[in-house]
Nanobody, 127 residues
């Protein structure tokens, strides 16, 4: 079964930056729409950003627009989430997921119907 592997999380001060990576060691991601979700303690899972298979279309939650950028390098079989101007409310476990569905469906899915998930990477924004 295809598994995704996230990396790049850590502890950062408010206003700082991190870049998360999502890769699939065993299978190509070329045909999949990819999404980043996050879940903070005691809160529901939240969709953060989505990108279509070619990288030509992206979508962001209002809470991260202008601060986060999703991108993909299909040659490296990797999707990235560049997070700038991080805020304490961005603290969460971040997960990537892959699905064979249109980007709009992916971003409104709430994480339901995904083909594959990673195990998550923890981001803590604190001074």
């Amino acid at each position: 079964q295809l598994q995704l592997v996230e990396s790049g999380g850590g502890l950062v001060q408010p206003g700082g930056s991190l870049r998360l990576s999502c890769r699939a060691p065993d299978v190509t991601l070329d045909y999949y729409t990819i999404a980043w979700f996050r879940q903070a303690p005691g809160k529901e899972r939240e969709g953060v950003s989505c990108i279509n298979s070619s990288g030509s279309s992206t979508n962001y939650a209002d809470s991260v627009k202008g601060r986060f950028t999703i991108s993909r390098d299909n040659a490296k079989n990797t999707v990235y989430l560049q997070m700038n101007n991080l805020k304490p409310e961005d603290t969460a476990v971040y997960y990537c997921a892959a699905a064979l569905m249109p980007i709009q469906s992916m971003c409104s899915s709430g994480g339901n119907g995904m083909n594959y998930w990673g195990k998550g990477t923890l981001v803590i924004v604190s001074s």
